[in-house]
């Protein structure tokens, strides 16, 4: 049913794909007329956030000896953002990733960033179509999901 | 050499030897522990002082000391008879057996007996005068003294008062062990010893246990030593025997003790380990079920998603139904996946189950939607009777009253070939008298009702319960009864176990004729009974019966209003389906039961939707139970324990009449203009009152064209909660009042809300966290109230349902203008995106927050300004948020801020990750670690929310234990944070409306 031209680029891909989940549209329900830039604003701190966090947890991976602890202090902060912003498949790679520091498994940390970065590139290569669509819709009239407010 | 100088010598030899057995014998008894050497020493002493007089006796014999002493006119001792030493001690030419004879009579006679059959020199060879001494010394010592010669054979024995064989010991004497007491082992053992001394000439002492006629089993100490002449030669054996039964049975008993305790302490490890596994298991249990449940409860949001943003869009009616099929079985999915964690829940007693206002109606017309539109190519009619008398609002958990009906309907659905699935949906009636005895939930006073019904009902029941002979089920089971004779197969889960204290419904015989509708042939019943709906007595019955209000019944109206409120709901579901076997029926409620396992692969199922169907109708005190015949169909009925909203004061009888009348006369209607128009009245009367944006949707009922109006709203939902302390009071409205009000003028209307306010002031109104929840389990872990995730469903669902509805904005609803002050609040989180997530929904909330980005500056911050209320991120840099939870909590306990709730941790990283000190700072930094509040006798508790990614039971019970008021799950969703605000904030600073 979900189907069709500019369906597959939107809020509906990304939802149906799981990179997306019910907390992004908590966010789209915060954006009003009063912050109308609210979401992109959030999503640029996130996106900042996260290229600062991957920078840091890149630098922690290579020190020697490891300090799991502050891989995964730095990891627990990408969870926490990616979970707010509602980015689900960057937080669960962050929750096996924390099992790798508990584990002081090297490799599967390294795996992990490795995996990571290619979600959060995910997100944020898509999450910028989103944006777009979501703000064509509110212009068109539509209304947002989840007005439960 | 004259025979005296010949006694003398031999005497004298003797008594050398003598000396030497005493020491003998003293060295034998002293390693078993018991100094008989020097006790021996002294009382022989002690023994020859008493003889002593024998001296003056021998010189100077008097006829009155020889009455004394009888003895002495026989003896011939010696003077120089010494009484401290052997060696100088003489035998005179007189002394013979008579001396001992006759010292043995006066004071030994049994121990002495038989002694005359020894010569002379035997008796100097072997006793001489020290044995004499040595049997009056051991008189009291519990041990037997004997003697055998060389082949073994009794020469001696010395008994003390309690013998061992039935033989004297005269008897003993000439005879060996075995011929004593037998071959048994003992004995056999016994002369292997004394044979042994014999042959190696040395001591031996060893434990025997021996078995005799008239003594039972005995534990002997038996020591042995050679008896030796002065020219070494070994004469015989002699043998000390101590009886050591009660010792041995001691130490026996002590032992088998030891094992028992051995025992019953491996058990107890046993079980330890076993309840650890047990717990253990539980846990990993409970952990797997949260994990998975959100595993399929984020994807299924995913999918809940699309369709609820799709329901958005431009659809054909077509594809706008089978897009609300499609939210509702997502949204039935996500509650059953809930269910399945509640289950856990439910076995560990902790369910809870929410009381709101509930349209049992829409509940049951909405899921027979759902399953016309699921079964479209089913060729199965689905249809609902709902009874007229079944009230449009009714306490209850609307949640789970849907997921049973849908459980059920489903089920009837899938089951269902051909033919039809019917809901039915009514008001159980039952007499006042009944009801007041089923409120007492006894069911000993079921079983005098049920022998009372016996008397009363008709005669097919009382055979029939004869015939079954359980008089107990009767009350609850006429229906199941009455199916039987029909022909069906019946099953109520109550007979398997199950609850027994669930109150007892008495069905009257309206009831009765109406569960013999349908597969039975129950004519003349059906016909009364339709007679009686159509007249319109059903409804004024069940509503005298029940609010006890119509005809002036001041006597149904003295109950108490708990009582009045109470009612049962009765739901059917009854289907043409394929049925189930008779042998089916006991485990059919049970779960992970499936009635065949071909039936799963025919038409799918866990098993588990009749379990739960079972265990949440019973949390909800009702009663669930299936009527059913293989081929021809299955009826599931269910009936439920309800509660009307409460009466407003004044005259509330009345007030509810004219509410409920209306409110059928309005559901007559089906012009959108009079519903637009109550839409309003209702907005602008509760405009003054009603806290959060509330919105208003036109909604076209079923098919039959009533329209209502919904308000589709987290607080639209009358709740019977109790404020907790600093909660906000809400005031908010549904629509049986606005229909209530709507013949009334607005003054009248604005003073039953008053009046009602009033009357409710205590309740607060909440979706969620804000319904008071029934604890079935009795156990309330911890207190914390947890903010559900995921979308409202009910909302979702009306969204989702709105197919002909236009959204109305038609209340803008302005907080209460009591007091404009914002609450203060804290925002203790250190994770940017978080706060900034976190800050636009306060905004949105119309409030704002200081944000402090680890623990230390959240202390500092409340250590400057008072805050109404902290939202306290658990996993936070240089103080986690439940060690400052700790010290704020002691500083409301103390009045002042102690020195160690100001320090900041030694182990403090500066740099640590997660430590966002770079951010703006909003916190005003006051440091007044070292000027504590003054004047602060008592400080006011601050609510304190955890906000933590650990949504396991162990952290909310951490959270709970360290002071926190409530636990929020992150992420941080719009509803939990108003739903729990709205539960802390106190009320004369209430959230003010977006």
Redesign the interface.
Same mark, same amino acid.
């Given at each position: 049913? &979900?189907s069709g031209r500019g369906v597959d680029e939107g809020?509906?891909f990304l %939802?149906?794909q #799981?990179i997306?989940?019910?907390?992004f +549209?908590?966010?789209q329900?915060?954006q @009003?007329e !009063? +912050?109308p830039d609210?979401l992109e604003? &959030?999503v640029t701190?996130?996106f900042d @956030?996260s290229v600062k966090l991957l920078e840091?947890l890149s630098e922690s991976l290579k020190a020697d000896p490891l300090d799991y602890? &502050?891989v @995964? #202090? *730095?990891v *627990?902060?990408f969870? #926490?953002?990616s !979970? !707010?912003? #509602?980015a689900?498949r960057v937080m669960q790679v962050c929750i096996t990733f924390r099992h790798c520091c508990d584990n002081k498994d090297k490799q599967g940390c390294l795996d992990h960033l490795a995996k990571a970065k290619e979600e959060f590139n995910i997100v944020r290569s898509k999450l910028g179509k989103m944006l777009k669509l979501e703000k064509k819709i509110v212009d068109l009239g539509? &209304?947002?999901? %989840?007005?439960?407010? | 050499m004259t025979s005296v100088e010949y006694w003398q010598k031999i005497a004298k030899d003797l008594s050398v030897e003598n000396e030497e057995l005493r020491k003998q014998l003293g060295s034998f008894q002293q390693p078993k522990g018991v100094a008989v050497q020097e006790v021996l020493t002294q009382l022989f002493v002690e023994k020859v002082k008493d003889v002593s007089p024998l001296e003056s006796i021998i010189d100077t014999p008097t006829h009155a000391e020889a009455v004394k002493l009888p003895g002495f006119a026989k003896s011939s001792i010696k003077k120089n008879l010494s009484r401290t030493s052997f060696a100088q001690m003489d035998v005179s030419e007189g002394l013979d057996k008579d001396l001992v004879m006759e010292l043995s009579e006066m004071e030994y006679s049994e121990h002495f007996r038989g002694l005359d059959r020894l010569d002379a020199v035997e008796v100097l060879e072997r006793t001489n005068n020290i044995e004499l001494l040595l049997q009056m010394v051991l008189k009291d010592v519990p041990v037997i003294i004997s003697h055998c010669d060389k082949d073994l054979c009794y020469t001696y024995v010395k008994f003390v008062d309690h013998p061992l064989t039935k033989v004297s010991p005269e008897d003993m004497k000439g005879k060996k062990d075995t011929e004593l007491v037998g071959l048994v082992p003992g004995a056999l053992e016994t002369m292997r010893i004394k044979k042994e001394v014999l042959e190696l000439g040395i001591a031996i002492g060893k434990e025997v246990t021996v078995t005799m006629d008239g003594f039972g089993k005995r534990w002997l100490v038996v020591a042995c030593e050679p008896l030796r002449n002065k020219a070494g030669q070994i004469l015989g054996v002699i043998t000390a025997c101590m009886d050591v039964t009660e010792q041995a049975l001691a130490r026996e008993r002590l032992a088998q003790m030891r094992e028992e305790m051995a025992v019953r302490e491996a058990t107890e490890k046993e079980l330890r380990r076993a309840i650890r596994l047990a717990d253990e298991a539980m846990e990993a249990k409970n952990n797997f079920l949260a994990v998975m449940s959100h595993e399929i409860r984020t994807p299924l949001n995913g999918v809940l998603g699309m369709a609820q943003v799709l329901a958005t869009t431009p659809l054909d009616p077509e594809q706008r139904e089978l897009v609300s099929a499609m939210v509702f079985s997502a949204d039935v999915l996500l509650a059953i996946i809930s269910d399945v964690l509640d289950l856990s829940k439910v076995e560990a007693g902790t369910l809870k189950l929410e009381e709101k206002e509930l349209n049992p109606r829409d509940i049951v017309k909405h899921v027979v939607r759902t399953a016309i539109a699921a079964s479209k190519d089913r060729g199965i009619t689905i249809h609902a009777d709902i009874g007229d008398d079944v009230p449009s609002v009714v306490y209850g958990d609307p949640l789970r009253i849907k997921q049973v009906i849908t459980n059920l309907v489903f089920n009837a659905v899938k089951f269902t070939r051909k033919g039809h699935v019917k809901v039915r949906l009514h008001v159980a009636k039952f007499s006042m008298e009944a009801r007041k005895t089923d409120l007492k939930h006894s069911v000993s006073d079921s079983l005098t009702r049920a022998s009372k019904l016996e008397s009363t009902e008709d005669a097919v029941h009382m055979t029939d319960r004869k015939t079954e002979g359980n008089e107990i089920l009767m009350g609850r089971s006429s229906l199941l009864k009455l199916r039987q004779l029909g022909g069906g197969e019946s099953w109520d889960p109550l007979m398997e176990g199950g609850r027994r204290d669930l109150p007892e419904l008495s069905v009257t015989e309206d009831e009765m004729g109406d569960t013999i509708r349908g597969p039975i042939t129950g004519t003349a019943h059906s016909k009364r009974l339709m007679k009686m709906h159509s007249a319109g007595f059903t409804f004024q019955d069940v509503h005298e019966a029940v609010t006890g209000l119509s005809g002036g019944d001041q006597k149904a109206s003295t109950g108490g209003d708990q009582a009045q409120r109470d009612f049962w709901l009765k739901f059917e579901i009854e289907d043409t389906g394929i049925g189930i076997p008779k042998d089916a029926l006991p485990t059919l409620f049970e779960k992970f039961t499936l009635v065949h396992s071909s039936t799963t692969r025919k038409y799918g199922g866990t098993g588990l939707g009749l379990a739960i169907c079972k265990q949440l109708v019973e949390l909800m005190d009702g009663h669930i139970s299936v009527v059913s015949t293989e081929g021809k169909g299955s009826t599931f009925t269910f009936t439920l324990r309800c509660k009307r909203p409460p009466a407003a004061t004044g005259s509330p009888g009345s007030a509810k009449l004219v509410s409920e009348t209306k409110m059928k006369e309005n559901l007559s209607h089906s012009t959108a203009n009079v519903h637009k128009l109550q839409a309003g009245m209702c907005s602008s009367l509760k405009s003054e009152t009603i806290l959060s944006n509330l919105q208003t949707y036109q909604v076209l009922d079923d098919d039959r064209g009533p329209r209502r109006s919904v308000l589709v709203d987290a607080t639209s939902y009358r709740v019977p909660t109790k404020l907790p302390r600093g909660s906000l009071k809400v005031r908010h409205t549904n629509d049986s009042d606005c229909y209530g009000y709507l013949d009334d003028s607005r003054e009248k209307a604005r003073s039953l809300e008053e009046e009602s306010y009033s009357h409710t002031a205590s309740w607060a109104a909440r979706q969620g966290a804000w319904t008071e929840s029934r604890d079935r389990g009795g156990v309330n872990r911890g207190g914390l109230r947890r903010t559900s995730s995921g979308p409202s469903r009910i909302n979702t669902l009306m969204m989702a349902d709105l197919d002909h509805s236009k959204s109305v904005p038609a209340i803008s609803a302005p907080g209460p203008v009591v007091d404009k002050k914002l609450p203060s609040l804290l925002l203790a989180e250190d994770n940017k995106v978080n706060v900034m997530v976190a800050l636009s929904m306060l905004k949105k909330l119309g409030l704002s927050a200081d944000v402090a980005y680890n623990g230390m500056e959240a202390i500092r911050a409340l250590q400057a300004k008072h805050y109404d209320l902290v939202l306290m991120d658990i996993c936070m840099p240089v103080l986690d948020g439940l060690e400052v939870t700790r010290r704020i909590r002691r500083y409301e306990d103390l009045g002042y801020w102690d020195e160690e709730s100001t320090l900041t941790p030694s182990d403090r990283k500066p740099g640590s990750p997660g430590a966002l000190e770079d951010l703006p700072l909003k916190v005003i930094h006051k440091q007044s670690a070292s000027s504590p509040v003054i004047g602060l006798d008592k400080v006011k508790r601050m609510p304190i929310i955890a906000m933590t990614a650990n949504a396991l039971s162990d952290c909310e019970r951490q959270c709970s234990a360290t002071g926190m008021d409530s636990f929020m799950t992150k992420p941080v969703t719009f509803k939990k944070l108003k739903d729990v605000l709205a539960l802390h904030l106190p009320h004369k600073s209430s959230m003010p409306s977006p």
């Open positions: 049913m &979900v809020v509906f %939802f149906w #799981g997306l989940d019910d907390q +549209t908590q966010l329900m915060l @009003d !009063s +912050t609210f604003e &959030v701190l996130f @956030d840091n602890k &502050v @995964d #202090g *730095h *627990h902060q969870k #926490g953002s !979970s !707010s912003i #509602g689900q539509g &209304v947002l999901p %989840f007005m439960d407010c | -």
